[in-house]
């Protein structure tokens, strides 16, 4: 069977052209950055996709990972046939249906009901293909008390419910997906990934652009890794997804990540001030790149303008997509300082620390015990990174200690006893 979709030395370039400054600001600026103020406009080059090979057969998912900027979404344009190869041969095989940037398809001085005929005409579907799916459409979207209201008055998470849901009932051969799903609300994620998997039963061919890599490998039957437009790496999700990991986490010095006092929030009384925040490892060494399950504290100085009693010492971490890990604090782990006055230092110290390959934001706070008053509080205002290593593990936030067992005995006579029954 031939494929879905073959790249052949596939490039696309991109032309950037420099004007002239018309204005004497953007004379000025030129001026100042020592640009060439040429009368004639500079043209420059982006190779966005550069020489990229592969072939995807009919029925596989594929996930293309990538950092920002590395051609992940110009592929895809390539593929629905939006952007033509500078060079190269492409082919695809098959209706496509593509739900790209948003309100892609999408006229905005149209109803929905209109653009549900105008996107569907342009996915392929003729006007008596269109009426027979309309009724299911508008349910699929849950926008029928919308249908007749002009799309430039929706909302983003509107947008994404009435283009997935006409992307989906064109009954596509190839369905293409960029990191569209983030905008709607969870429920409706739900019910769109419950299609995309049913899309998958019927063998449809799946490409998929997320930075959302559990929902990626997950869904993904192959990876393409892409960086600077060239092609890094083709292959199983499992291993590809764990080599992208651990490079995307490294950090190259390890230096404290602290911003400045201007890049974060701070607020509070003053009485007690936060002086310094370290992450240390099981040496007692500052460092800011770990490892699962290495040894890490949280050191915390401090000076107390005037004594208090028993303040309150916490954190807050959270992973770089902004979920919240934990929050703990000192009088929830039963330390009680009595009264502090003048300077100090307070750790939280983890024995094993089993956030997964990740970077991770910081809060770090001092507060009263007893009243709702802030005495210093530093809004995710330190970095640290976990990086590949320590374990096996790579999907979800967390490595929990655990073991597997397997009762072989139990399973050989549950074997022999399914095979007695068929053999009767």
Known sequence: MPPAIQFESVSKRFMMTTERPQTILEWLIALTRGQWLSRRRQEQALWAVRDISFELPPGECLGIIGRNGSGKSTMLKLIAGILRPTSGRLTVRGRVSALLELGAGFHPDL???????????????????????????????????????????YSSGMYVRLGFSVAIHVKPDILILDEILAVGDQSFQTKCMEQIYALKRRGATIILVSHNLDMVRNLATRLLWIEHGRMRGDGPVQALAGQYMAEAYQQPADTQEVKDEEAFERWGTGEIEITGVRFLDGEGQEKTTFRTNDPFTVEIAYNAHKPIEDPEFGLAIYRQDGVHVNGPNSNAGGLKTGVVSGPGRIRYCVEHLSLLPARYHVTVAVHDSELPVAYDHHDQAYDFRVVAGGTQELHGLLAMPSRWEWDGSSSREMAQTELGHVER
């Open 111 to 153: 109803t929905g009901r209109e653009n549900i005929y105008l996107n569907g005409s342009v996915l392929g579907l003729n006007r008596a293909e269109i009426e027979e799916q309309f009724d299911s459409i508008v349910a699929f979207s849950e926008l029928a008390d919308f249908i007749d209201v002009p799309v430039k008055h």
